[in-house]
């Protein structure tokens, strides 16, 4: 595997753009096919290449308004957003970020000309459906979509330009979250990169990349030692080989997605938190826990890479407002984490664990009625891949897998921590 390094300038500029790409994404700069479809392996680096291809396009041609978006406006802060304002700080490119109807990023590239990033989700159509002047799309986590957010997306698309429109789709192949994706784009059931099927008259292009095809080195070993660990036969053909699966054997498979019942904390009997500790490629993870006799309903409050324990305590403390009064659980596995947030000001406990509470969590959990507060995407997503680990022989171990899992397992140390306060309820 080698990494290229593409250098764009302009011949009365002294002013120069760096693009780092993998020679497995190179080719996909030049790519003009309507449809480009990126699926592969965690941590390939698709969602980066994706954001490299739009900056190359705003500095060589200009006059560009891209969308970046996801099912879920909100998941934007910690994924795309971030990405391009990394990017855009490495390149030495001011920009104005402005918050108003959509998330936006303008800048002019070194000949003097505008161009703008919008950042939004499909949380209410219509609005996409209102943008004027579109000149590319790029979906993130495309299996997030239902085939009709993709139909108005499309439709977003269709003004005459002087270059060329492209929908880029960047996702990992879990075929239960997506079907629809599989069967109008793609023309076998192994992944692999070349022409795809034509869609809607217009061709599509299929890319496939796994870990090893992540330019930044530290990232690709990071996630690699990650991945190269997964055991589970289903997740790794997923995740670690990039391809088409189907999860099986959930775990919680019966929790709904709701709207809070109470907005006031005095109408439930209980209110905390669980965390779950995280930095490079695991996320930190904070959700709130509400309890009403036997019923939980779990409300995602952060999901974030490199957070400190003092950025942990400064968001839970200055942002949520989480006083030193509310109690939070945490893996007790990490004994100084907890020490430094209690020394920050935050009342960390550390869960209950032994040699059977994982399964003991679980099983408790689902004596319960546990609800998924609406808006809590993260939470949904691991929910959907939380599923009992199964052996090369595709038997059972009767352990969850280790895997994309930060906010499940804060879920389990907050309410199987609290399971005494709950059965005396029932006495």
Known sequence: MTFL???CGFIMSEDKLNILVSDSFYPLLDNQYRY?????????????FAARKLLLRTWL?????????????????????????????????????????????????SRGQPNEILFDGLDDPEKIESIKGLTGVHIEEMTELSENDFT????????????????????????????????????GEVIRTGEGKIVNGEKSYIHHSTVGDNPIKKIRDAYRLRLD???DPVLRKIYREGQWAIPKGLIFSDWDIVELPEKKYSWYDDVWYGGDFGFSVDQAALLRIYRKSNHYWLEELFYEIEMTNKDIANRMKKILK??????????????????????????????EKGPDSVKAGIKFMKECHIHIVKGSYNLEKERKTYKIAEDRNGKPTGKPVEFNNHLMSAARYGIYTKRKHVAQVFV
């Open 5 to 7: 390094l593409v250098l």
């Open 36 to 48: 480009l479809l990126m699926a592969g392996g965690k941590g390939s680096g698709k969602s980066e």
């Open 61 to 109: 041609e200009g006059n560009h308004k891209f969308l970046v978006i996801r099912k879920v406006r909100r998941t934007q802060y910690d994924s795309a957003i971030a990405t391009w304002k990394a990017m855009l700080a490495e390149e030495g490119i001011n920009y104005q970020y402005r918050v108003s109807k959509r998330i936006t990023i303008a800048y002019t590239n």
């Open 152 to 187: 108005v997306l499309d439709l977003c698309l269709r003004e005459q330009i002087s270059n060329y429109e492209q929908i880029i789709g960047s996702f990992n192949p879990d075929q239960a979250q997506a079907e629809w994706i599989k069967e109008i784009f793609f023309p």
């Open 229 to 231: 660990g997964l055991r």
């Open 322 to 351: 989480i006083s030193y009064d509310e109690e939070s659980i945490w893996d007790s596995a990490e004994p100084k984490s907890i020490r430094e947030l209690r020394d920050y000001g935050v009342n960390a406990i550390p869960a």
